[in-house]
T-cell receptor, first 111, second 111 residues
Framework: RKEVEQDPGPFNVPEGATVAFNCTYSNSASQSFFWYRQDCRKEPKLLMSVYSSGNEDGRFTAQLNRASQYISLLIRDSKLSDSATYLCVVKGGGSARQLTFGSGTQLTVLP | NAGVTQTPKFQVLKTGQSMTLQCAQDMNHEYMSWYRQDPGMGLRLIHYSVGAGITDQGEVPNGYNVSRSTTEDFPLRLLSAAPSQTSVYFC??????????FGPGTRLTVT
């Protein structure tokens, strides 16, 4: 089983739609969680950290479910500019320093 | 403030050739790392460094060497290029919050 798994998509949604992605992780001791965004042929960039209580940044909401070991990203009122690949990232627990990246979920927002 | 810079942007090598991918950051981050990204595989950690003079292997270190003589620079050396090393290579640095900053990437083709 992969450490971090994502549905690769692609998700094709119309402009204005709400779309949600899930990501599961296998290490129950994982401590920190992030969503990164990667545009085509560009480097990944941090979108948001995911906190235990859930957090929101404008149209984006991230949730963490430790019991079921998954994190989610909800995008409301999708814009054309949201088209990208969304990477789920997990930091292991204890002294682990490495971040483990999921293979990404591709989103295309259609006009 | 340039962030993380990488050179070259593109490179074509013949099997058996060696080369060095350059990476530099100006954010005074102690932690730097090299990833490769292949379709469907996500980002995989090659080598990382937690400070000048300290390096360690990641998930896929074979065929690559690194050194860290200064905080700013973290070059990646391909010892004898193979077609399996055709990939996009990203250098990254991060602070203690685990927010990772990536360079623009090097697209390497080995023929």
């Amino acid at each position: 089983r992969k450490e971090v798994e994502q549905d690769p998509g692609p998700f094709n949604v119309p402009e204005g739609a709400t779309v949600a992605f899930n990501c599961t992780y296998s290490n129950s001791a994982s401590q920190s969680f992030f969503w990164y965004r990667q545009d085509c042929r560009k480097e990944p960039k941090l979108l948001m950290s995911v906190y235990s209580s859930g957090n929101e940044d404008g149209r984006f909401t991230a949730q963490l479910n430790r019991a079921s070991q998954y994190i989610s990203l909800l995008i409301r009122d999708s814009k054309l500019s949201d088209s990208a690949t969304y990477l789920c990232v997990v930091k292991g627990g204890g002294s682990a320093r490495q971040l483990t990246f999921g293979s990404g979920t591709q989103l295309t927002v259609l006009p | 403030n340039a962030g993380v810079t990488q050179t070259p942007k593109f490179q074509v090598l013949k099997t058996g050739q060696s080369m060095t991918l350059q990476c530099a950051q100006d954010m005074n981050h102690e932690y730097m790392s090299w990833y490769r990204q292949d379709p469907g595989m996500g980002l995989r950690l090659i080598h990382y460094s937690v400070g000048a003079g300290i390096t360690d292997q990641g998930e896929v270190p074979n065929g690559y060497n690194v050194s860290r003589s200064t905080t700013e620079d973290f070059p990646l050396r391909l010892l004898s290029a193979a077609p399996s090393q055709t990939s996009v290579y990203f250098c990254a640095s991060r602070d203690t919050s685990y927010e990772q900053y990536f360079g623009p990437g090097t697209r390497l083709t080995v023929t």
